[in-house]
């Protein structure tokens, strides 16, 4: 259900090298959440750091809400670089499995698997 890679690199060159492979591919940032320091500005201890970049490509957006139009809430993707116990991740939650369990609509899984395609190659680019 996830794609999850580790990279040797920093969490925030793995940040700027994750917004550059997603607009090579067509898609763009709508949003960028820093949820480390969105929590420590709330007092919360909270050690490592993570951005969850949300993604989209306009086209493929389109296709699924004129079948479906409930499954806006299933969009942006979203694409997560995080630590965990000092080591730099980059992953996502694969939309052919996240959809499928939405719809059975074999015009849907089609475009999830695009955007599935897609988004793995943004993470190992930016890896």
Do not use: W
């Not at 793995?14 to 607009?23: I, Q, T």
């Not at 949820?35 to 296709?63: H, M, W, Y």
């Not at 965990?84 to 939405?102: C, D, F, H, N, W």
């Not at 695009?114 to 190992?124: F, H, L, R, S």
Request: net charge negative; hydrophobic share 45%; charged share 25%.
């Amino acid at each position: 259900m996830y794609y999850i890679v580790e990279t040797g690199k920093s969490f925030e060159q793995a940040s700027v090298d994750l917004d550059a492979a997603v607009k090579r591919h067509g898609f763009g940032v709508l949003h960028v959440h820093d949820l480390g320091d969105t929590l420590r500005s709330k007092g919360i201890s909270f050690a490592e750091q993570c951005k969850v970049f949300e993604v989209c490509n306009p086209g493929q957006a389109a296709k699924v809400m004129s079948v479906d139009m409930r499954l806006n809430m299933a969009l942006p993707c979203r694409i997560s670089v995080f630590t965990e116990k000092g080591q730099t991740r980059i992953g996502l939650i694969k939309p052919v499995q996240m959809l499928s369990a939405l719809s059975q609509d074999a015009a849907l899984v089609q475009v999830a698997k695009e955007v599935e395609e897609k988004t793995i190659e943004m993470i190992d680019e930016a890896k």
